[in-house]
């Protein structure tokens, strides 16, 4: 199993089970970040917004992937979607383990939606703010999930990302086991203990 961050909340799960990309943004709309040609099984949108949204940047195989997604319908902010919509969790499920991508997650997550999550080993959660729950939050949410391996996406860095949200930094100070690797990429399976990882962003 392979993850690959593009950037902002785009990922490619590459698995044994097919590959999928998660929130393929369009050009222009994420200062600093520009996605290469991605090629996958499948591709999965947690909102209609341009800067995840954009499922033409993605060439499909054409293959059915053999792994499970559950889907679980929440909030792009904390008045229900009324600032900005509808958001949705994804879960993959692929060689025994679950990764979930959290979307533009505006909110915490109820105990029925926490429910419906179960058992994560990979979490992929907004940490910038503005647009999505904040620093704060996502650390709540993070403890309240309890994945082996949690990864922060949308926000700010050096060169990349909207002016409006927060460094990882904010985050990181919340957190322990915070492990910084020198690539984008990483297998689950090498990655020892329970840590949070700050991936280097492919721009950088």
């Known amino acids: 199993m392979k993850l690959t961050w593009y950037g902002h909340s785009c990922f490619l799960l590459?698995?044994?089970?097919?590959?999928?990309?998660?929130?393929?943004?369009?050009?222009?709309?994420?200062?600093?970040?520009?996605l290469p040609p991605l090629r996958a099984d499948a591709v999965l949108?947690?909102?209609?917004?341009?800067?995840?949204?954009?499922?033409?940047?993605?060439?499909?195989?054409?293959?059915?992937?053999?792994?499970?997604?559950?889907?679980?319908?929440?909030?792009?902010?904390?008045?229900?979607?009324?600032l900005r919509g509808v958001n949705t969790i994804h879960i993959v499920e692929a060689e025994g383990r679950r990764i979930a991508h959290l979307g533009d997650l505006g909110h915490e997550l109820s105990a029925e939606q926490l429910a419906a999550l179960g058992r994560v080993d990979v979490l992929l959660i907004p940490?910038?703010?503005?647009?999505?729950?904040?620093?704060?939050?996502?650390?709540?949410?993070?403890?309240?999930?309890?994945?082996?391996?949690?990864?922060?996406?949308?926000?700010?860095?050096?060169g990349f990302g909207y002016e409006v949200i927060g460094p990882v930094e904010d985050f990181l100070r919340l957190r322990e086991s915070v492990v910084r690797l020198d690539t984008n990429a990483f297998d689950p399976a090498k990655i020892e203990g329970t840590a949070t990882l700050v991936l280097k962003c492919p721009c950088q």
Do not use: N, Q, W
């Not at 998660?22 to 994420?30: C, E, H, I």
């Open 127 to 158: 940490v910038g703010g503005y647009y999505t729950i904040d620093a704060k939050t996502a650390c709540r949410v993070a403890e309240a999930v309890g994945a082996r391996l949690t990864v922060p996406m949308h926000y700010r860095g050096t």
């Open 14 to 34: 590459e698995t044994a089970e097919g590959s999928v990309v998660f929130d393929p943004y369009a050009p222009g709309s994420v200062p600093g970040l520009k």
């Open 45 to 82: 949108c947690s909102h209609g917004h341009r800067d995840h949204g954009f499922a033409g940047a993605v060439r499909l195989s054409g293959k059915e992937p053999a792994f499970r997604v559950t889907k679980i319908d929440c909030c792009h902010d904390e008045k229900r979607g009324a």
